[in-house]
């Protein structure tokens, strides 16, 4: 079986961390022999932008449809402004291709440990489900008076029945398919009455066809708090578009490092291909130096291997990439000396003794 | 001189904390003798609004305003569904009193420590400054479509020029008056391309009034990472009404417990009472039993009276907190073993120290 796969570098250490991911995820396929990878490369970037005026081709989307899967580095550039760049580039794929969840799995990995004191590696194992289509980052609004001391700008956050019941759909799967099925829902429905009460009303209305899962809420500023003082108190969790951007780059932070964590931005009726990147973003400080932490890379291809149906590949992966931390083969951000190429060849040597 | 202070004790701790605060400014002005605080108590709270169908009189508003400052406990309760009790208690004399700004320090206390493993006492020393009046908590939005399988929400959030210019100001002259003249501008423009470019535009702006002042920019998810892994290599912070709630309270975890945290809405007009509340909530689960932490109560009370202009004696307020804590009379959120009375009781006797 050959998967076709888009790859789209894209800026900074989005292109160092691909190169890695390609070259790991070819070294798995090699080795394994049950299936193949058939990787074509966008070169769509902020560089490219800047030369020719713009980031996707008119019919991009349609050119990423042709694929099993999108693997994406990161996009962002000091020289293009952020919401051009994003709106040019990441944002249309996940809106168009109806990737309208995102899951962002937070563990402490072997060989690495939390910055908090009291934490212990066991203690922190969460799956946060983002809402990836709608609320907080709808694109709507605009504003008024530009250019006068009076101006108005708004942001407009969109959330409808359809997309809050189908992320919290997702959202109770993933926690029912997981031991602990325990599900903590994340909102801000005191200080925003309108959209965030639908969300809870939604979420609970959803609850009741899910008995078997325990269930609790959180407002969001007070989440912060619990992932700190007690992480060992929740295991799934479901937020907002915005929320979810801010808890899992908190999460990653506790976890050890942002280097680290992955996310799957998924279209779970599978008409379209789903998309795999880390979380961090371009970095353009390191960019190109060779030291980036290619480790959300790999853990983000593992779960692309996944949700092609390749689930003892995915494992593999995984284990391949903790029995590098494990050996202390680390980047910098992780506390190691090693730079990109030592841990993806570290990682490639683990996947070779398979 | 006699401050007329309007007490609102509100609902669940709110009770308690303020109750205990209230006894200790009476301390601080009965030893000092320069000064004098008139209280006068008001019963809004969720128990009255389910007796009677209200938060505030109608003429509440106006009521407040013939104080020199108003101290509040909290709100919230599980009888009332909360963007009910916050509309009609918090958020109301925020806004209607000009209350613009929310500063919100966080320090660790002496004899206390954060829960980040490598963080040293003096690392981290923040002030948040929060705009307080318009953002994401406008209030503005609707349901259409309620009660169908369609239902559409929206929360939309209003930036105006005049409101982050001021909120900018404000920021600036507060990191200027700080040792290491430094701020930091939080936003999430990349995804939000309407409200928060001109937020940052505004920033930079206002920015050139304050060439002694060092800025950097972060984009708030990325804001969380830096918070706990770089805590040092910040100051004064400035953010949206949600980013900030939502940063400060991680900044409160980060500095040892939420309970200790103090928060000043403030009118710099001062043509309206400033408020001054902890930011922890009701927690109703343990209110009425005597062991809320009152430290985040002391420390707001302490901003209030520098507020009312008494520098000297709010000095001497935290300093007979810092004292408490530093013996190690503490509640057990922060690792001790004292209730509500018996911290409020070290306090008073400190300050009769003076
Ligand atoms: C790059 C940016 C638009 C993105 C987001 O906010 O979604 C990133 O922060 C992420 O978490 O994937
Ligand atoms: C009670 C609530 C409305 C409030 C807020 O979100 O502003 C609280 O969380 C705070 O931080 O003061």
Redesign the pocket.
């Known amino acids: 079986r050959i998967y076709q796969i888009a790859s789209i570098p894209g800026d900074g250490i989005g292109v160092d961390i691909t190169e890695a991911a390609v070259q790991v995820l070819n070294t798995l396929s090699a080795t394994l022999r049950t299936f193949q990878f058939d990787f074509k490369t966008f070169d769509w970037s902020s560089d490219k932008y800047l030369e020719r005026g713009w980031y996707m081709e008119p019919d991009g989307l349609e050119q990423l449809k042709k694929h099993d899967a999108i693997y994406f580095g990161a996009v962002g550039s000091p020289e293009v402004p952020d919401h051009i760049s994003l709106w040019g580039l990441i944002l249309p794929i996940r809106k168009a291709l109806n990737q309208y969840v995102n899951v962002r799995p937070t563990r402490i990995l072997p060989g690495t440990k939390s910055p908090l004191e009291n934490v212990k590696n066991e203690d922190l194992d969460w799956v946060i489900v983002r809402e990836n289509s709608e609320g907080e980052y709808s694109g709507q609004g605009g504003t008024s008076h530009e250019h006068s001391d009076h101006a108005v700008a708004t942001e407009v956050s969109i959330f409808t029945q359809v997309g809050i019941e189908r992320i919290m759909h997702f959202a109770f799967e993933t926690a029912k398919s997981r031991p602990r099925k325990k599900l903590t829902m994340v909102t ?1 429905s ?2 925003q009455r309108h959209g965030m009460v639908l969300w809870d009303k939604v979420f609970y209305e959803v609850a009741k066809q899910y008995p078997e899962v325990e269930i609790d809420k959180m ?1 969001v ?2 989440m912060t708090v619990r992932m700190v003082l007690h992480p060992k108190s929740m295991d799934t969790i479901v937020a907002t578009n915005l929320h979810a951007d801010i808890l899992s780059d908190l999460a990653a932070a506790l976890s050890g490092s942002i280097g680290i964590a992955p996310s799957s931005n998924l279209d779970p009726t599978r008409k379209n291909p789903s998309m795999f990147e880390p979380i961090h973003g371009s970095a353009p400080d390191i960019a190109g130096k060779g030291i980036a932490n290619p480790v959300g890379a790999f853990w983000s291809a593992a779960e692309m291997v996944r949700w092609l149906g390749e689930e003892a590949a995915a494992d593999a992966l995984m284990k391949a990439i903790e029995n590098v931390t494990a050996a202390g083969v680390k980047t910098k951000d992780l506390g190691g000396d090693k730079n990109t190429k030592e841990v993806t060849e570290a990682v490639c040597a683990e996947i070779q003794k398979l």
Chains 1, 2 share one sequence.
């Open positions: 801000k005191n200080a407002l500023d007070a």
